[in-house]
């Protein structure tokens, strides 16, 4: 068993083992590793020649307290189905955590792929951070909503986010709002995703203020927003705006949770963290939003 970082010609076999995992078709599998694959932040582990186990490391800083914390984004990891009950994917994570010390992280962050597996990231040192509100919409929302949506590209699309989660840190409805800041290379990939599925990246334009959603278009008429960033009170007119395409007959989407707002029945956990670092910030129910899942 050898752990290690991945190179040019692990490529197929971790395409073969992504597949095997996760289902996923081979545009979808070529999108990641062409737009966001770096060798270096890639952890495998091997076995009699063999990759059987992987995880990319995403850079993926947190903005907590006005302040850009160094932080890497755990994604895509798995092991083979029959190399599973061995232990590997404990012994990745503590080899991707010393890592991310050598390169200067003050922390990890991840995204459960279901609800009992945080159980298992906090036996290796985890712990909930990120929370998400979930919303469905249909036709029966009765709201006035006047203003406009238009596609964006991933750069604008990542101002308009920063600009609204920053905004939330200096109203009463959520002081001190920390979120992970994603770089325009991973928002360019998300649209790339989003456009797979029929969707993009849309800028809404209301009475309350300028927001924006990653869109993904399912089937049976649902619109799925990945996420969905909208000034204070703004998620209605948003989703008035989306339902006035006859084809969109329920909207599906996850976003900050905003005390104050409205009840908080609809927010549950969603992503965790490690902290690398001595020092440990104070990450009180923060956003992650985008996942890549």
């Not at 991840?110 to 945080?118: A, D, K």
């Not at 928002?187 to 309350?208: K, P, S, W, Y």
């Not at 009840?263 to 910030?281: A, C, I, N, Q, Y």
């Amino acid at each position: 068993m050898e752990l290690r970082h991945a190179q040019g010609h692990d490529v197929p076999s971790l395409k073969v083992l992504w597949h095997t995992c996760f289902g996923d078709d081979k545009p979808y599998i070529n999108l990641f590793f062409n737009n966001l694959f770096r060798p270096e932040d890639m952890v495998v582990l091997e076995e009699d020649g063999t990759v059987v186990s992987m995880a990319a490391l995403l850079d993926a800083p947190i903005q907590v307290d006005g302040e850009r914390v160094s932080a890497r984004y755990l994604y895509a990891m798995c092991t083979h189905p029959e190399h599973r009950g061995k232990g590997y994917a404990r012994k990745l994570l503590d080899y991707a955590a010393e890592y991310c010390r050598l390169l200067g992280a003050a922390a990890i962050t991840l995204v459960p792929s279901e609800p009992s597996l945080f159980h298992f990231y906090r036996q290796a040192g985890y712990e909930t951070a990120f929370w998400s509100r979930f919303h469905t919409a249909t036709h029966s929302l009765r709201f006035m909503a006047n203003g406009w949506l238009l596609p964006v590209t991933a750069a604008m699309y990542n101002k308009i986010r920063r600009e609204t989660l920053k905004m939330y840190s200096k109203t009463s409805f959520r002081k001190n709002l920390a979120f992970v800041d994603y770089s325009d290379a991973f928002i360019e990939h998300q649209l790339q995703v989003c456009a797979m599925a029929g969707g993009g990246l849309l800028r809404f334009d209301t009475h309350n203020g300028t927001g924006c959603a990653a869109v993904e278009k399912g089937e049976n008429g649902i619109c799925k927003l990945k996420e969905l960033v909208m000034p204070p009170c703004g998620e209605d007119a948003a989703f008035i705006l989306l339902l006035k395409n006859p084809r969109t007959r329920i909207i599906e989407a996850r976003g900050p949770e905003l005390p104050g707002d409205r009840p908080l029945e609809d927010s549950r956990p969603f992503g965790m963290v490690k902290w690398l670092t001595l020092r440990r910030w104070k990450l009180e129910r923060a956003f992650l939003g985008l996942a890549l899942d």
